[in-house]
C-alpha cells in the first residue's frame, strides 16, 4: 500500500531494499515540485516503522499514526521561512541521537533541501554519512546538482521522473472518481505532477486562475507596448509570478515546436488553437527567445531582481503577432 | 534491520586499503617509519577519495602497539578500542556542525591532556572550511605548536576557503579523483566479500558514473545490491539506475547532425515518454556526441565509452552526407549549457528542446517547419565537411585562445607580459579599416545629434575589439602624460563603444569621479584618439567586475570576452534602437542607462 502514483521502480527498489535488508540510511529523493517526493518519502517512513510482511501496511497502527503526521518517530524539516538554518539540523541531530519512542526507526525527511543554508548542509555532512543506527534521513529536493555534490555523494539518490500522462489520468479516474476526458486533460496539464492534478482538483480556483492567466498572455502577445508596460506594473505585484511565468513559458514552447512542425507534441492542449495561431504569425526563432527569455527571468526572480523591470524588459522583446 | 551502507562497512582499514592515493600512503608510511610524524596535516581534494579514512588509519599507525613492521596491526587493543570509536586518544570533530570559537576554546583546553593509551593523542577535524574565521584563528597558535603527543589532521573538500595561515601551518596532501579501473577494483573488493555477482561491464560502468569518487561509486552499488537480483548484469546495473538506452539517445544525435529539427523534437518527447530522467538524458546526449566528434576528427576507438554497436552506429551516421560537424560542435556546446537551464526550467524538456533547436538553426538560418534545415540537403558532404573543419573545431576541443592567434604569441605567458607587448606593438586592426574608421569619423563627426542612423556605420569601424586590444597601448602611453592618470586607468576596462563614444568601466565610484573630471577626461580623449586614430570620446560607469570578467573569459579560452562582448554592445545598438526605446525617447524621455546583464543566455 505505498499509494504513489507513479515511480514504479522507486517503489520497486524501495520494496526490495527493505525486503533484502539493505535499506539505505541515507536517501535523496529528486524531483520537481508535486511529482511525488514527499509523498514517497512518508510512505517509505511507514514501511520503516510497519511489522507487516509487505510493509507498509496501511492498517496497523504506526502506519496510522504516519498517515496522519503524528507519528512520534518520524519528523518532517521544512525550511524555517526561506531557507532550511543550522539551529534545524543541530536539533535534528539531536533528536535522531536518541531512540525511537514507539517505533524501530527514527526518520527525519528534510524537504526542499536545496533551500538549506551552506552552513546547515555542512553541518548535515558528519550525520549524513554516519547516521545512528536506529535512523534514516531523506532528503527531497528539486533537483540534486542544487545541492553540494558532498551531500549527493552521502546519499543514495533516487530522481523522480515526470509520471506519464496516462499513469496520472488512470490514477485520477480510479482512485478521485474523476470523468475520463477531464481526467485526461489535467493530466496533460500537470506536465509529469501528479501532485499538480490533485492540488486542482481539490481547488478548482486554480484551473480558473491558470486560464485566465493564458487569456492574458493571448492578449499581451498581439498587444501593443503600452499594454505591455501596464501589464508589467500589474504582474510584479503577484506573489506567484514564478508559477505564471512557468506557465508562460511551456506556452511560447508549445508556439515554438508548433511553429516547427510539431503540433502533435503541444502540452497546453485547450489552447491548440491560440498556439498554432501565434505560431502562424511568429517564426519558431521568435519563439525560442521567449522561452529563453522567461528562463532568464525566472531564474533572476529567484535572486530578487525588480520584478517590474524584469518583466518590462521581457514584454517589450516579445514579436507582436497579430 | 538496517545494514550499513557499503561504503561505510568496506571503509579501507589499512593503508594499503586506501587506494590511488599511493603517493600519500607511502610519505605517511616512510614518515611513521622514519618516526618523523608532522604535528599537523591537512587533507584535502574531492569527496570520496579516502580523507577520513586515511586519518583514522593514521591516528591508529602511529598509536599501535602490535608486533607488525606496517602499522596499523587492527589486532592490538589500541587499533580495536580506535575502530570501535571508543578510543579517548582519537578526536572527531565535527568543524562543520561546531564551527564557533567556543568550540575550539574548548579543544585547546583539553589539548594539554596526556593520552590514554597509546602515544599521540590525534585530532581530527573534518570539514574544516566550516569553521568561522575567529575559530580559525584561535585554532592559530594550537596547531602552529602543539603539545608533543597532540597531532591534527584538518580534513576538507573545499582547502580554498582555508586562511593561509592555516594552510601554512600543515603538511598538505591532496587527494585525487582516482582512476575508473580503480574505482572499479575497488568495487570488486566489496562483491567478492559481500557474494555479489555484478559484471565486470556492470562495475566499470559504476564506477564510470562515480566519476572519480569511490564514495559515489559505492553508493551506487549499494543500490544495485538493493535491488537484489542475483546476477547483475551492464543491463541491469543501467536500468536499476536509470540510465538511458543508446538507441534513444541516438535518435537526438541523429537529428542534430543531419538538421532534422522537427525528427529530433520528436525524439527528445519519446526518450521523456520512456521515462527517461533529463539529467542523465542530457548527460548521455552529451556523451555521445562527444564520442561522434573523436570518431569524426579520426581518434580511435579505444578509450571511448561506447559499445561496439553503437560505434557502429555512430559511423554510419557520420557517413550520411548530411552530418555537420558544425552543428555537431554546437551542439556539444548548447547542450552543456542547457545542464545549468535544466534548474530553472519549467518543464525538463523544454532546456534539450531549446539546445537542439538553436544548434540547428545556426548552420540553417531559418527554420523550415517539418523538414530537414536548408543547409543539410543542399552542401554535398565532402566541402560540407572539409570546410568547415578548421575554424569552430579548435575552440571546442581544446582552448586555443583566438587572442593568442591574433597576436601570435602562445598564451600560457603571464597577462601582465602579454599586455607589456602589446602595447609595444602596432595597432592591431588592419591600414585600412582604421583609416576608413577616421574617415568616416570626420565625416559625420560635426553633426553629433544625428547619431542613431549613423551607428551602424560607425560601429563597423570603431569596434569594441579593437579599443580592447589597444587599451594597454593607451594606459602604457598615459604614463608619459600623467602617471597620476595612468595608476586611475590600470583599474578601468572600455566595455562599450557606441559611435565614437567609449564606455569606460571604474572599479568604483572613486575612480569614475576622477576620471569624469573634464580636464583628465579630455587628457584620456586625447591619448585613446591617438591610439586610435581617430577622435572619439570618453564617458565613465562603475561596473566592479568588468576586467573581472574579461580575465575570466581569457583563462577559460573557447569563447573569448571579445566576441562575447560585441554581441553585448551589439545588443546595447538593438536595445537603443528599439522602437520601444525610441518611443519613450521621443516622448521626451532621456535614456539614462542601458542596462544589459551577463548572464543574458543563461
Known amino acids: 500500500m505505498w499509494q504513489i502514483i507513479g515511480h514504479e521502480w522507486a517503489v520497486e527498489l524501495l520494496r526490495r531494499s527493505l525486503v533484502n535488508g539493505r535499506s539505505a540510511q541515507a536517501l535523496l529523493f529528486a524531483g520537481p515540485d508535486g511529482v511525488g517526493k514527499t509523498r514517497l518519502a512518508w510512505a517509505l517512513a511507514a514501511a520503516l516503522n510497519c511489522d507487516a510482511n509487505d510493509p507498509p501496511c496501511g492498517r496497523c497502527r504506526a502506519c496510522g499514526l504516519v498517515a496522519r503526521r503524528q507519528h512520534p518517530d518520524v519528523l518532517l524539516v521544512e525550511p524555517d521561512g526561506a531557507r532550511l538554518k543550522i539551529d534545524q539540523v543541530r536539533e535534528l541531530q539531536h533528536t535522531l541521537s536518541l531512540s525511537p519512542v514507539m517505533g524501530r526507526q527514527r526518520v527525519a525527511i528534510l524537504s526542499q533541501f536545496e533551500s538549506a543554508t551552506r552552513e546547515a548542509a555542512n553541518a548535515l555532512l558528519k550525520t549524513l554519512e554516519e547516521p545512528p543506527p536506529h535512523a534514516t534521513l531523506v532528503l527531497t529536493a528539486s533537483d540534486a546538482e542544487l545541492l553540494l555534490p558532498t551531500i549527493v555523494s552521502r546519499c543514495r539518490v533516487m530522481a523522480l521522473r515526470p509520471v506519464p500522462v496516462d499513469t496520472i489520468a488512470e490514477a485520477l479516474r480510479t482512485q478521485k472518481g474523476v470523468a475520463a476526458e477531464q481526467a485526461q486533460m489535467l493530466a496533460r496539464l500537470a506536465g509529469g505532477r501528479p501532485g499538480w492534478a490533485l492540488r486542482v482538483l481539490e481547488d478548482d480556483g486554480l484551473l480558473a486562475a491558470r486560464g485566465a492567466d493564458l487569456d492574458l498572455l493571448e492578449e499581451l502577445v498581439q498587444a501593443g507596448r503600452w499594454e505591455r508596460l501596464d501589464a508589467a506594473e500589474r504582474l510584479a505585484k503577484r506573489d506567484d509570478l514564478v508559477d505564471l511565468l512557468a506557465l508562460w513559458q511551456v506556452w511560447w514552447r508549445d508556439v515554438q515546436l508548433a511553429a516547427l512542425g510539431c503540433r502533435d507534441l503541444i502540452v497546453n492542449l485547450d489552447r491548440a488553437d491560440a498556439v498554432t495561431r501565434a505560431a502562424g504569425h511568429l517564426s519558431a526563432a521568435e519563439a525560442a527567445r521567449a522561452v529563453r527569455g522567461l528562463a532568464r527571468v525566472r531564474a533572476r526572480l529567484l535572486r530578487n531582481v525588480n520584478a517590474r523591470l524584469a518583466l518590462e524588459a521581457m514584454l517589450l522583446q516579445w514579436q507582436r503577432a497579430h | 534491520m538496517n545494514t550499513l551502507a557499503l561504503t561505510r562497512k568496506w571503509r579501507a582499514q589499512t593503508f594499503d586499503g586506501i587506494l590511488g592515493q599511493e603517493h600519500i600512503t607511502r610519505t605517511l608510511q616512510r614518515q611513521i617509519k622514519a618516526g618523523r610524524v608532522g604535528h599537523a596535516y591537512l587533507f584535502s581534494g574531492v569527496r570520496g577519495t579516502g580523507k577520513t579514512s586515511t586519518a583514522r588509519i593514521l591516528a591508529r599507525a602511529i598509536n599501535c602497539v602490535g608486533n607488525t613492521a606496517d602499522p596499523p596491526c587492527n589486532q592490538c587493543e589500541v587499533c580495536r578500542t580506535m575502530a570501535a570509536g571508543a578510543s579517548l586518544d582519537l578526536i572527531e570533530i565535527d568543524a562543520a556542525s561546531n564551527r564557533g570559537i567556543d568550540e575550539i576554546r574548548e579543544l585547546r583546553e583539553r589539548v594539554g591532556f596526556m593520552p590514554q593509551q597509546g ?122 539506475l536509470g540510465a538511458v538506452p543508446y538507441q534513444l539517445v541516438l535518435g537526438v544525435s541523429r537529428a542534430l547532425t543531419i538538421g532534422d529539427v522537427a525528427g529530433g523534437l520528436r525524439a527528445v518527447a519519446e526518450a521523456f515518454d520512456s521515462g527517461a530522467d533529463a539529467r542523465q538524458l542530457l548527460g548521455s546526449i552529451i556523451e555521445q556526441l562527444r564520442a561522434l566528434l573523436l570518431m569524426r576528427v579520426g581518434t580511435s576507438d579505444e578509450g571511448l565509452l561506447v559499445s561496439q554497436e553503437e560505434a557502429l552506429e555512430l559511423r554510419s551516421l557520420i557517413a550520411i552526407p548530411a552530418f555537420s560537424l558544425r552543428r555537431l560542435v554546437q551542439g556539444i556546446r548548447l547542450f552543456s549549457e542547457a545542464s545549468e537551464a535544466l534548474r530553472t526550467a519549467a518543464r525538463p524538456e523544454i532546456p534539450l528542446e531549446l539546445a537542439l533547436v538553436e544548434a540547428i538553426a545556426i548552420d540553417g538560418g531559418e527554420l523550415a517547419p517539418g523538414s530537414p534545415a536548408p543547409s543539410a540537403g543542399v552542401a554535398p558532404s565532402s566541402t560540407s565537411v572539409h570546410s568547415e573543419t578548421p575554424t569552430p573545431q579548435p575552440a571546442a576541443v581544446e582552448p586555443t585562445s583566438a587572442q593568442a592567434a591574433g597576436t601570435g604569441q602562445p598564451d600560457a605567458r603571464p597577462v601582465a607580459e602579454r599586455e607589456r607587448e602589446a602595447a609595444e606593438e602596432q595597432l592591431d586592426v588592419p591600414e585600412s579599416s582604421s583609416r576608413n574608421a577616421a574617415a568616416l569619423d570626420h565625416e559625420s563627426g560635426t553633426a553629433p545629434s544625428e547619431q542613431a542612423p549613423r551607428t551602424a556605420a560607425a560601429k563597423r569601424t570603431l569596434s569594441l575589439d579593437v579599443v580592447q586590444g589597444n587599451w594597454s597601448r593607451v594606459v602604457a602611453r598615459m604614463r608619459a602624460q600623467n602617471p597620476q592618470l595612468q595608476a586611475v586607468l590600470r583599474s578601468v576596462y572600455p566595455t562599450g563603444v557606441t559611435g565614437d563614444l567609449v564606455t569606460l568601466a571604474c572599479e568604483s565610484a572613486f575612480h569614475r569621479d576622477r576620471l569624469s573630471d573634464d580636464r583628465r577626461r579630455e587628457q584620456v580623449e586625447q591619448v585613446l584618439s591617438d591610439v586610435l586614430g581617430t577622435g572619439c570620446r570618453v564617458q565613465c560607469v562603475v561596473d566592479r567586475d568588468a576586467r573581472a570578467r574579461q580575465q575570466g573569459s581569457e583563462g577559460g579560452g573557447g569563447k573569448g570576452l571579445f566576441a562575447e562582448s560585441d554581441a553585448q554592445e551589439a545588443q546595447r545598438q538593438q536595445l537603443l534602437n528599439h522602437p520601444a526605446v525610441r518611443d519613450l525617447t521621443e516622448r521626451g524621455g532621456r535614456v539614462r542607462r542601458v542596462e544589459l546583464d551577463a548572464d543574458q543566455d543563461s
Not at chain 2, 182 to 202: P, T
Not at chain 2, 203 to 226: C, I, K, M, N, T
Open chain 2, 119 to 240: 602515544r599521540y593523542r590525534v585530532y581530527v577535524i573534518d570539514e574544516v572550511h566550516m569553521l568561522t574565521n575567529e575559530a580559525f584563528n584561535a585554532l592559530l597558535k594550537t596547531l602552529e605548536e602543539p603539545p608533543a603527543h597532540v597531532i591534527f589532521v584538518l580534513c576538507t573538500t573545499e582547502a580554498h576557503r582555508l586562511p593561509d595561515t592555516i594552510l601554512s601551518r600543515c603538511q598538505r596532501f591532496e587527494f585525487r579523483r582516482a582512476a575508473q579501473h580503480v574505482v572499479a577494483q575497488k568495487l570488486r573488493y566489496i562483491c567478492d566479500q559481500e557474494g555479489l555477482h555484478v559484471s565486470d561491464e556492470a562495475l566499470a560502468y559504476l564506477a564510470r558514473r562515480g566519476a572519480g569518487s569511490f564514495r559515489d561509486a559505492e553508493s551506487l552499488l549499494d543500490q544495485v545490491a538493493a535491488y537484489g537480483a542475483g546476477d547483475v548484469s551492464l543491463e541491469l546495473a543501467q536500468s536499476v
